[in-house]
């Protein structure tokens, strides 16, 4: 009897300790849920403006080399206002899709407001930028010619064109502007 | 009031009964009796109950029931035990039975109409006790009605679970019978002492006595992983650990359920209804602290009522099995503090107040005790 009863203590002292780490996974899973909630747009799931800008800090204090891209959707509000905001998303979450699929997991990328986008191309010179953005233009255009969207795009290379990320973002936004003055859907680097 | 005991282990109802006849006849403190109640081994031939005692003591003021166990003061035995009552001053005995759980108006007037009685219920063995008492209830809320009993205990004959009563020259095979002690005092307890342990489980579904999905999980696995390990699969193990169902508004331990039986997969099964979107609890308890909780209810009684005539005691056959060597320690102990004759049984579940003495409650695992005295 002594036997039985010490093993179903054993055994309900499994029960607690099972319930201890589903409540201990259950804390992880929301604080990852609640970090993610922070740093991320959760629209297109890349970084939010604070959590993009942060990352990249790191990169500029290791004196990484890398190209900052401002990219604008060109036509944009005609989108919303034609065909509705459920269309806009679609048109967003797509362009994040493409911006994943042409770089590499080690780089950054982050929406810093409604059609406007950073991206951060680790160890890369102005034609490696070139190529990879041309690339990028080309999808967008390419899949979005129905609604005469496309993408505007800037970009400099640190610490070549700038030393701090208000300076390399200010930089490459005026190049994303030139492109924009002077006929939209392209790339400058 | 003068109450006797009087017990006897011959195996044939017969040499018992004219046993018990004897002891009674020899008994130099009674020579007669108003009521007579009677706990009987069911593996004594039911259908010679009533007229075998009828025939050896020439009366029909009587009650019988059936039961594994039985308590004889401080003894614990299978057999016959007899309790004599014989009233001094206005105390008087009353009955009620009927055969059936369906209909409860009849039982509600005579409940109504014994209100300052101590009310004993002695029940078959049936799944629908519960929801019987349930309806009881919703008409005796403001009533101040007491009652206190449980399920006769028995064991199976040809498929046929023998847990009757017997009464007016009747078998009641699937009903009750309440006997009211009038004109008496008397002081109740409930005695647990198991303690809520390990984690809440949130019931997701159940109907009656099995549990089907907790914490979204099949339920069964609760059985299944509280057998680990173990030489035996058999569930009586887990009758040192029944599961406590908390009171929705103070969290508190409302009642505790026995572990009946569970089928892998599908649920586990308890003898008492599980509700559903309850909260239930593992329990545990040594046979030290089963005891120290009956000694401490039992302290409380007599020191209310200081003199005690009978003292009677329904207590679960899984917790007289959890309590293992110490078995008899627990009759013992209420017999040596009440100082008084104690009559009881093994039951199959016990029946009595819920904490705030409005609603009746059935219950597993518990001992119900009582002290009367006449007024």
């Keep these: 009897m002594k036997k039985i009863k010490i093993q179903l203590?054993?055994?309900?002292?499994?029960?607690?300790?099972?319930?201890?780490?589903?409540?201990?996974?259950?804390?992880?899973?929301?604080?990852e849920e609640t970090n993610y909630k922070a740093t991320h747009d959760l629209l297109t799931g890349l970084y939010n403006r604070e959590a993009f800008e942060k990352e990249l800090a790191k990169w500029i204090n290791d004196n990484t080399k890398f190209c900052l891209v401002f990219l604008d959707l060109d036509n944009?509000?005609?989108?919303?206002?034609?065909?509705?905001?459920?269309?806009?998303?679609?048109?967003?979450i797509h362009t994040a899709e493409i911006m994943r699929e042409n770089l590499k997991g080690m780089d950054l990328i982050g929406r810093i407001g409604g059609d406007e986008f950073v991206m951060a191309i680790k160890d890369c010179d102005k034609v490696c930028a070139k190529h990879i953005l041309d690339a990028i233009e080309y999808e967008i255009k390419r899949h979005f010619k129905h609604f005469d969207v496309s993408a505007s795009i800037g970009?400099?290379?640190?610490?070549?064109?700038?030393?701090?990320?208000?300076?390399?973002?200010?930089?490459?936004?005026?190049?994303?502007?030139k492109v924009k003055e002077t006929g939209k859907g392209r790339v400058l680097v | 009031?003068?109450?006797?005991?009087?017990?006897?282990?011959?195996?044939?109802?017969?040499?018992?009964?004219?046993?018990?006849?004897?002891?009674?006849?020899?008994?130099?403190?009674?020579?007669?009796?108003?009521?007579l109640i009677f706990g009987i081994n069911s593996d004594y031939p039911y259908r010679d109950v009533n007229s075998t005692i009828k025939k050896i003591l020439k009366t029909d003021k009587f009650v019988a029931f059936n039961a594994i166990d039985l308590f004889a003061n401080a003894d614990t035995l299978e057999g016959i035990v007899a309790l004599f009552i014989k009233f001094e001053r206005d105390g008087a005995i009353d009955t009620y039975y009927q055969d059936n759980f369906v209909s409860i108006k009849n039982c509600v007037n005579y409940l109504k109409s014994h209100k300052d009685a101590l009310n004993i219920i002695i029940s078959g063995v049936s799944n629908q006790v519960p929801t019987f008492l349930d309806r009881i209830n919703k008409k005796i809320i403001d009533d101040d009605i007491f009652l206190i009993g449980g399920l006769s205990s028995g064991y199976l004959d040809r498929e046929e679970l023998v847990t009757y009563q017997y009464v007016d020259d009747k078998i009641i095979k699937n009903g009750f019978v309440i006997i009211s002690f009038k004109n008496v005092e008397?002081?109740?307890?409930?005695?647990?002492?198991?303690?809520?342990?390990?984690?809440?489980?949130?019931?997701?579904?159940s109907k009656d006595n099995r549990l089907y999905v907790a914490e979204y999980q099949d339920a069964s696995l609760i059985a299944k992983n509280l057998l680990n390990g173990m030489d035996s699969q058999d569930i009586?193990?887990?009758?040192?650990?029944?599961?406590?169902?908390?009171?929705?508004?103070?969290?508190?331990?409302?009642?505790?359920?026995?572990?009946?039986?569970?089928?892998?997969?599908?649920?586990?099964?308890?003898?008492?209804?599980?509700?559903?979107t309850s909260k239930v609890k593992l329990s545990f308890a040594t046979e030290d602290m089963l005891i120290e909780?009956?000694?401490?209810?039992?302290?409380?009684?007599?020191?209310?009522?200081?003199?005690?005539?009978?003292?009677?005691?329904?207590?679960?056959?899984?917790?007289?099995?959890?309590?293992?060597?110490?078995?008899?320690?627990?009759?013992k102990l209420y017999s040596e503090i009440f100082n008084a004759p104690m009559f009881g049984f093994f039951t199959f579940g016990e029946i009595g107040m819920n904490k705030t003495f409005e609603t009746f409650k059935f219950y597993n695992q518990t001992s119900l005790i009582c002290g009367i005295k006449e007024k």
């Design chain 1, 9 to 31: 203590l054993l055994n309900i002292l499994d029960e607690v300790t099972k319930r201890f780490d589903e409540l201990f996974e259950l804390k992880e899973q929301l604080l």
């Design chain 1, 76 to 92: 944009f509000k005609e989108v919303n206002d034609n065909y509705g905001h459920e269309k806009g998303d679609e048109i967003l």
């Design chain 1, 155 to 177: 970009g400099v290379i640190f610490p070549d064109e700038g030393e701090n990320y208000k300076d390399l973002l200010k930089k490459a936004d005026e190049k994303m502007y």
């Design chain 2, 1 to 35: 009031m003068i109450a006797r005991i009087y017990n006897s282990t011959q195996t044939i109802l017969k040499f018992a009964i004219e046993d018990i006849f004897r002891q009674f006849k020899k008994d130099f403190f009674i020579d007669d009796y108003d009521f």
């Design chain 2, 186 to 205: 008397f002081q109740k307890g409930i005695s647990l002492g198991y303690k809520p342990i390990g984690p809440i489980y949130n019931v997701n579904l």
């Design chain 2, 236 to 276: 009586t193990n887990l009758w040192y650990s029944p599961v406590v169902i908390l009171d929705d508004k103070d969290g508190e331990v409302d009642v505790v359920r026995t572990f009946k039986s569970f089928k892998e997969g599908e649920y586990v099964e308890f003898f008492g209804p599980i509700p559903n």
């Design chain 2, 293 to 331: 909780s009956d000694k401490k209810e039992a302290i409380k009684i007599k020191n209310k009522l200081n003199e005690i005539e009978l003292g009677l005691n329904f207590s679960c056959i899984a917790r007289q099995f959890a309590l293992g060597d110490k078995q008899n320690e627990e009759t």
